[in-house]
């Protein structure tokens, strides 16, 4: 029998038959991993995702789903229950995991960093810095995936100074006075992740175009696995922008 404890956040929960559940876990030292878990009791905690939870995984062979055994430590939803943006946030997080992340690899580096997100968005911290904390936290998980972006400095000149722009095929930083021809074709830089200025002057738009930014790279990384249908696996992701733009603009 193969077993493993570990400390892990809860991604994804299908309800199967009466008790049984589907779990898709984030864990520590054992990637994301998914497996089956039983609610033996009417009592007993119904898990969500964005908790965070002590949990165990058995199996008789490596490669069957298992059974996990599941403690809660610290429930998300429930402190946040009537805050729309910050459930938007978990939601988004959550899925991108999901679905972006490949099974049973070790990102320890990422699933402290998603633990650290967890903990900043339950917190009273205002809904923009929140929001920027989740961007950068979308920008780790494109380096954990391979597309690493790079704003420190031009592409082109090498300077640091006056960056306004990105790159769409190298993710790499491009100067104002560097754009050329091309600058329509290049995606903005947000003034928080080393822009020039604030986009429009403005933070809201700042903050949007930090996510319009994020998406672009994600739906690249889809494209090259030929996802058919982008948009139904980006939902949560494009909820959450869509209730923002709402929002703010």
Not at 80 to 105: A, G, H, K, W
Request: hydrophobic letters at 40%; a positive charge; aromatic letters at 10%.
């Amino acid at each position: 029998m193969l077993k493993w404890t570990d400390t892990g956040i809860i991604l994804k929960v299908i309800k199967q038959g009466e008790k049984g559940n589907l779990v898709n876990v984030l864990t520590n030292n054992h990637g994301r991993h998914m497996g089956w878990f039983h609610n033996y009791s009417k009592k007993q905690y119904l898990i969500q995702p964005g908790d965070i939870v002590n949990v165990s995984w058995s199996s008789r062979i490596s490669n069957q789903l298992g059974f996990f055994k599941i403690e809660l430590i610290q429930t998300s939803v429930g402190k946040i229950f009537d805050d729309e943006i910050r459930l938007n946030i978990i939601s988004s997080f959550c899925s991108l995991i999901s679905i972006i992340l490949p099974e049973r690899e070790i990102c320890s580096n990422l699933f402290c960093k998603s633990k650290i997100l967890l903990n900043e968005i339950l917190n009273n911290v205002s809904i923009h810095e929140t929001l920027k904390l989740y961007i950068y936290w979308e920008l780790e998980v494109l380096n954990e995936i391979g597309l690493p972006l790079n704003f420190s400095k031009c592409a082109v000149s090498g300077e640091v100074k006056n960056l306004k722009f990105v790159s769409p095929k190298s993710g790499n930083a491009v100067g104002i006075n560097f754009a050329g021809k091309y600058e329509k074709k290049l995606l903005k830089l947000p003034f928080f992740l080393g822009g020039i200025e604030l986009i429009n002057d403005n933070e809201n738009n700042d903050i949007l175009a930090g996510l319009e930014l994020t998406l672009y790279f994600f739906k690249k990384f889809l494209n090259s696995l030929d996802l058919i249908n982008i948009s139904e696996v980006l939902v949560a992701r494009s909820r959450l922008q869509n209730n923002l733009k709402v929002r703010y603009l």
